[in-house]
């Protein structure tokens, strides 16, 4: 069966999509939990250890506190209570944590650093699977046993305000709730005034036991402006007015109660210098941790510094202090500070029932238990508090008693530490039945791109794929069989848990149909490439071809560039990487044309190429000089660079100088944004001009950047589309203005400010008006085929709308970003591509290596926290999950899709490109599918290495969606060569 390369290439994505989907589902395996209501059925407490004699302590201890208030604020970094933001701002907390009853702590929540995993930490005390980072759009309901169903069942009274996630992680769980959404960060203040609104009425009741708050500003404001942000002081001051009307309730209520009350306040995660979270740096994983009662006596001049502890500390605390189990799950230590008031006897109490619990844990998951130090350690306090139980009832006062119970309570303590340790470590379970499978669709994916390099590539751009011939071999009916012996052996032994084994046989058998065909079609093509090369060693061919400089600069950067993704720092550190790709692929542009300008190939002088004409005039064949292997188009030498005298003075400097204003563009764009992980702290021009200071200076750059972007776009757009560009440029500054980001020339103050949503929303008409031209332009071609012009003309009226769209979703300060993308384009089309009439494959690979660089240009990195969300809400009164994803996505990945779009347009612009957009479809595919590819089998290698949560599997979820970005392209380059050849 003969199919084009670009249909070929786009099966071939749209398969290792799968196989992706597949490997990522057992890498990031959803957690097992017990079915609900089961949880709590018989269950009794460890008794009170003794050594011959009888105890009495055989329940669990009475609650600690009355009530109990969680004030959760979203995004409280530990340096805002206990830094100089906290000092200036937030002065009554300041003033609990200096000389109140209160005990401070900084939490360390573990990444992904995102609201619904943090809140399963501090409710269940476990640690939550990374993929918690894409659940967290979509939170279902938290079946793990944790602190708050415990509550439920002991018939406490909980009420809650603010974030939904916690109505969706507990539903029917409180007496009384109001949710708000999390993800409409464009709002930072009727989110939290919808909490507040409700509290002087509900601190007036006394019918609730727990009150939980969560407060989403802080958190809104980091993401739309950032830490060092004036608002955050003023959400700062408003929090603390909050926490001083529930404490000075609190108090107030208990001279009536018998048990004093416990206000908590706590953050869910931290927040990155950039506004975000997500990742695993300082100050995304630092929190604020402040537990205030009056059961907390203190002396004066006691100096109390912030001790830190783990976020999954949270869970059990609260357990003991509210009189309840610990959950089963949990691998937090109980924060020791809050009971170390209590009498030796039930201090000791606390802590046996919390080693207990983690020692239970352990032999649940680690089948040699007794030989971990946490165990051994667990057994001796164990044996020692016994023989303080049988000291402490035969004589109740001396100083043996004391000594030795300050003995056992340390012990216990280490105990607790090292048992809390070794279940961390245990928290990655792979699924590797699944990863193994969907590594081997990926990696058959691949060798299929690579086989098909000669063929897909040549002048015909077909491939004659074998699909019949390895689905009716013998090959193929063993492997089917072994594989299903293999899915039944797995599915059918004891430990085998994995989630193909949960799928219906048919769509397993599916997969190893796909695995067994794929691997067959791969022995075939092998085969058949043998079977040529013993031909062709009989009839060695004529030709002379060589690779170019050029050639094997593409081929060797991109191997470099995959086998760099190994190592973590490199991964952490990746736009270094292609900013020397691009620059180095500059200087070697800068080369190729002053030798074909003044020396040619031989060394002898040679014209230098013609730089003049319009757009659509564009060759797309390749210089005869730069030829490689057959593999490439057959007419490479058809064409001859025009002479010298074709140039007129401007022109000809121009064609020289264009790789120095690439790089001079380069190298601006770096200043621009400060990403990775060394160098993120550092001060960037992009953090100078978002600062309140220089708001002024940001407008006139925004201003200059959109007329800029029109004056670039317009240019082969219909009347209409270019008032439609205009009139949309110009509803982006007023979005900005509206929202307060830039200035308009008579407002100089931000009394005005507004969500915007009226001016976004007029952007978006035009957006859809543009989009829909340029579609209609394309069917018109499609039918008529007749005028190409027509078609090129809807292309580009289609790239327009997509420029139109990055504009008003990137921050104004990235603007420029987008202007200096499109000069450069224009550039390079006009100086470069054209006039040295590169072949369409050197073309993709620039495209490509442009759009990863321009990934980075925009302040993005491999850290989930340089992912601005608020992109996701710009015109949005609500939130709506899907145009929500859609948009932060696109915002995200603006740069690849904006220089594939243009990549399409330049090879369909072409009415004698012949299978060009084959060619740089197929291309395409395999630069996409190669990283992928080794990167899987370096995680999987990986999985155990210390950074793997930190660093790999946040890029491992980059590469995932970058692939889904490259079958949508694949698809369109699919649909516009249809269209081409049609025409």
């Known amino acids: 069966m003969r199919l084009g390369s670009g249909s070929f290439a786009a099966c071939c994505i749209v398969i290792e999509v799968l196989g992706v989907a597949l490997f990522l589902r057992g890498f990031f395996p959803a957690p097992v939990c017990a079915p609900a209501g089961t949880e709590h059925q018989a269950e009794y407490p460890a008794p009170e250890p003794s050594a011959g004699a009888s105890s009495n302590w055989t329940k669990l201890p009475p609650p600690l506190f009355s009530k109990v208030v969680i004030m959760l604020i979203d995004a409280l970094r530990d340096d805002f209570v206990f830094g100089s933001k906290g000092v200036k701002f937030m002065p009554y907390t300041t003033y609990l944590v200096e000389k109140g009853s209160s005990h401070s702590f900084v939490a360390e929540a573990k990444p992904p650093t995102v609201t619904m995993p943090r809140i399963k930490a501090l409710t269940t005390g476990s640690l939550p699977g990374f993929i918690d980072v894409v659940r967290n759009l979509n939170s279902p309901a938290l079946l793990e046993d944790n602190v708050i169903t415990r509550a439920k069942a002991a018939g406490k009274r909980i009420i809650f305000y603010g974030d939904d996630t916690w109505v969706k992680l507990f539903p029917k769980h409180f007496v009384e709730y109001d949710g708000t959404t999390s993800f409409f960060v464009s709002d930072y203040t009727e989110v939290d005034d919808n909490v507040t609104r409700h509290l002087d009425k509900v601190l007036k009741r006394r019918d609730w036991d727990v009150l939980i708050l969560h407060y989403l500003g802080l958190d809104h404001i980091g993401h739309v402006s950032g830490p060092n942000s004036p608002l955050v002081g003023r959400k700062l001051g408003e929090m603390d007015s909050v926490l001083m009307k529930i404490h000075t309730s609190l108090l107030s209520e208990e001279r009536e109660t018998l048990l004093p009350s416990l206000l908590v306040l706590c953050g869910d995660h931290g927040m990155s210098e950039a506004g975000g979270h997500g990742a695993s740096s300082v100050e995304e994983v630092n929190t604020a941790l402040v537990v205030i009662s009056s059961a907390f006596e203190r002396k004066p001049g006691d100096i109390r510094h912030p001790k830190h502890v783990q976020q999954t500390d949270l869970a059990v605390t609260l357990s003991v202090g509210l009189g309840l189990p610990i959950p089963k799950s949990s691998v937090g230590r109980l924060m020791f500070p809050v009971v170390e008031g209590k009498p030796m006897r039930e201090q000791l109490r606390f802590l046996h029932l919390n080693a207990v619990q983690l020692s239970r844990l352990l032999q649940e998951n680690v089948p040699s238990y007794e030989k971990e130090p946490g165990f051994e350690q667990f057994k001796v306090s164990e044996r020692l508090h016994g023989n303080w139980i049988r000291l402490y009832l035969e004589e109740n006062n001396s100083e043996v008693l004391f000594n030795l119970g300050t003995k056992v309570r340390r012990q216990y303590l280490d105990a607790l530490r090292t048992l809390s340790l070794s279940l961390s470590r245990q928290a990655a379970q792979y699924d590797v039945y699944s990863m193994a499978l969907g590594t081997v669709l990926v990696l058959e994916v691949l060798a299929l791109l690579l086989l098909g390099v000669p063929q897909a590539l040549s002048g015909r751009a077909e491939l004659d794929v074998p699909l019949l011939s390895p689905v009716s071999s013998l090959l193929f009916y063993l492997l089917l069989l072994v594989l299903a012996a293999l899915h039944v052996t797995v599915c059918t032994s004891a430990n085998g848990s994995c989630y193909l084994c949960s799928l219906p046989w048919l769509m397993a058998g599916g997969v190893m149909v796909l695995i067994s065909a794929l691997l067959c079609a791969v022995l075939s093509a092998l085969a058949r490439m043998a079977a040529s090369r013993k031909h062709l060693s009989q009839t060695p061919p004529q030709s002379s071809s060589r690779w170019s400089e050029l050639d094997l600069l593409i081929l060797l950067g991109t191997v470099g560039h995959v086998l760099s993704l190994g190592a973590s720092s490199f991964i952490e550190e990746e736009h270094q990487t292609w900013y020397f790709l691009v620059n180095t692929l500059c200087v070697a542009l800068c080369h190729e044309i002053y030798r074909g300008c003044f020396l040619g190939d031989g060394g002898a002088p040679q014209p230098c190429p013609h730089a003049g004409g319009e757009f659509d005039g564009v060759a797309v064949a390749p210089r005869g000089k730069s030829a490689g292997p057959d593999v490439w188009e057959r007419d490479r030498a058809s064409k001859d660079p025009s002479p010298l005298d074709a140039l007129r003075g401007p022109e000809r400097w121009m064609v020289l100088a264009s790789p120095w204003l690439i790089l001079t563009c380069c190298r601006l764009l770096r200043s621009l944004n400060q990403t990775g992980v060394q160098g993120a702290h550092r001060p960037d021009l992009g953090h100078w001009l978002t600062s309140s200071d220089h708001k002024t200076e940001l407008s006139v750059l925004a201003a200059l950047s959109l007329i800029m972007i029109f004056v670039l776009v317009q240019k082969r757009c219909s009347l209409a589309s270019k008032v439609a560009v205009a009139f949309g440029l110009l509803g982006v500054y007023c979005y900005r203005a509206a929202i307060g980001n830039v200035l308009f020339p008579w407002q100089q103050d931000n009394k005005d400010i507004s969500k915007g949503i009226t001016e976004a929303r007029f952007v978006y008409v035009f957006v859809l008006g543009i989009l829909f031209t340029g579609t209609r332009d394309l069917l018109k071609s499609q039918i008529t085929a007749a005028d190409v012009t027509v078609k090129t003309m809807g292309l580009w009226e289609m790239y327009s709308g997509f420029v139109l769209l990055a504009a008003l979703l990137l921050r104004p300060h990235n603007l420029p970003v987008l202007a200096l993308s499109l000069a450069m384009q224009t550039v390079l089309t006009r100086c470069v591509w054209r006039p040295l009439r590169h072949a369409a494959t050197e073309v993709t690979v620039m495209h490509y290596w442009f759009g990863q660089a321009f990934f980075y240009f925009q302040g993005n990195s491999n850290s989930i926290a340089t992912v601005d969300i608020s992109a996701g809400f710009v015109g949005l009164d609500a939130y709506m999950e899907i145009p929500a994803v859609f948009l932060t996505a696109f915002a995200t990945y603006s740069g690849p ?87």
């Open 897 to 983: 899709v904006l220089w594939a779009s243009h990549l399409v347009n330049f090879l369909a612009s072409e009415a004698s490109s012949g299978p060009a957009l084959s060619h740089a479809c197929f291309c395409y595919a395999l630069l996409c599918s190669a990283p992928v590819s080794v990167y899987i089998v370096l995680v999987t290698s990986l999985r155990y290495h210390l950074f793997i949560w930190s660093v790999f599997s946040p890029k491992l979820l980059y590469e995932g969606t970058r692939l889904l970005v490259t079958a949508a392209v694949c698809v369109c380059f699919t649909a516009v060569d249809q269209t081409h050849r049609k025409s």
